[in-house]
Every structure is written in C-alpha cells, then in structure tokens.
C-alpha cells in the first residue's frame, strides 16, 4: 500500500522561498507521474505541477512553482518562489503508477492527506 504524506506547510509570511516535501512509501519510483495539486478555498483542486520520475520531463503551471524530486530518499518536493497570500491553502501530492497515465487528478492513484500552508502579507 502506497502511502504519500507531505510536510513543510505551516504559517509563513509572504517572501522567500517555502519548500514542501511528499515522502513516499512503498513506491518503487521506477517510473510513475507525481504531482502537486492544492485547493484554495472556495475554488476547485487545481494542479501546480507535475513531474514523470523516469525522465527530466517536468511541468509547472506557475513560474514561481517548480517540482523536483529524489529518487533515492523517495521525495517529492515543491518550490515555492516568494510565496504570497493568494497561495495559501491545502497543498496534496499525488502518485500515478497505473493507467490511465498523466498529471491530471483523475489520474492520480494515490494521494496524501494534504498540509496546509498559510501566507500572510
């Protein structure tokens, strides 16, 4: 059973830089899509960024974003660029092993419980 759990979310204040981690267990990282996605309340879940573990191929839908991982210690991890109000909510990581493949949530096999991160101005 594949677990995801994310961490590094919290209160911050706008600026700098915020790192969040998603540790995955049992995942071989052979070759699978994981992606961040995060719901802002009131809004749908939207996808931040994705990245295919197999290949340097890599995505982000906003430029201060960026999505990197380690295949050696199984992390997925999201960069945040100078982090603003407007990005505060809960933030989740998702795994894709199986078909249908790709970073769209509906393909997403395994997800984390999300953590939430809080930026204030």
């Known amino acids: 059973q594949v677990q995801l759990v994310e961490s590094g979310g919290g209160s911050v204040q706008a600026g700098g830089n915020l790192r969040l981690s998603c540790t995955a267990s049992d995942l071989t990282f052979r070759s699978a899509y994981m992606a961040w996605f995060r719901q802002i309340s009131g809004k749908q879940r939207e996808r931040v960024a994705c990245?295919?573990?197999?290949?340097p191929k890599s995505e982000s839908v906003y430029g201060r974003f960026t999505i990197s991982h380690d295949k050696a210690t199984k992390t997925l991890f999201l960069d945040i660029d100078n982090p603003q109000p407007e990005d505060t909510g809960t933030y989740y990581c998702?795994?894709?092993?199986?078909?249908?493949?790709?970073?769209?949530?509906?393909?997403?096999?395994?997800w984390g419980k999300g953590v939430l991160v809080t930026i204030s101005s």
């Open positions: 990245v295919h573990t197999h290949t």
């Open positions: 998702g795994a894709d092993t199986e078909p249908p493949y790709g970073c769209e949530d509906y393909a997403m096999d395994y």
